[in-house]
């Protein structure tokens, strides 16, 4: 069983930063994509920033040019940069990751994290 474990969320004043990291853990064969959602009460889950295993990155417009998502394919982590923050990222931020779990190829699937809360203070 694959399991995605975040850490580095917490509350930061506007314009401020933090750092969120995600590692994959259990038998996995190879994983394609790995990032970011958030989620605030109320409304649909919606990614953040993403990156393929080949490099290419992909992000939200609200969040381009202040978030860097980076990720280590040897160590099956993802992180995510966010800086110059506003009130607007408060969320629940949670790693996704389309994982092949097992020793071989056999489709992929969708993993989720349990979540991390990011609180920015105006």
């Known amino acids: 069983q694959v399991q995605l474990v975040e850490s580095g969320g917490g509350l930061v004043q506007a314009g401020g930063s933090l750092r969120l990291s995600c590692a994959a853990s259990?038998?996995?064969?190879?994983?394609?994509?790995m990032g970011w959602y958030r989620q605030v009460p109320g409304k649909r889950r919606e990614l953040v920033a993403a990156a393929t295993s080949g490099g290419l990155t992909n992000y939200s417009d609200s969040v381009k040019g202040r978030f860097t998502v980076s990720r280590d394919n040897a160590k099956n982590t993802v992180d995510l940069q966010m800086n110059s923050l506003k009130p607007e990222d408060t969320a629940v931020y949670y790693c996704?990751?389309?994982?092949?779990?097992?020793?071989?190829?056999?489709?992929?699937?969708?993993?989720w994290g349990q979540g991390t809360l990011v609180t920015v203070s105006s």
């Open positions: 259990g038998s996995i064969f190879s994983i394609n994509a």
């Open positions: 996704n990751a389309v994982v092949s779990p097992g020793t071989w190829y056999a489709g992929y699937v969708e993993v």
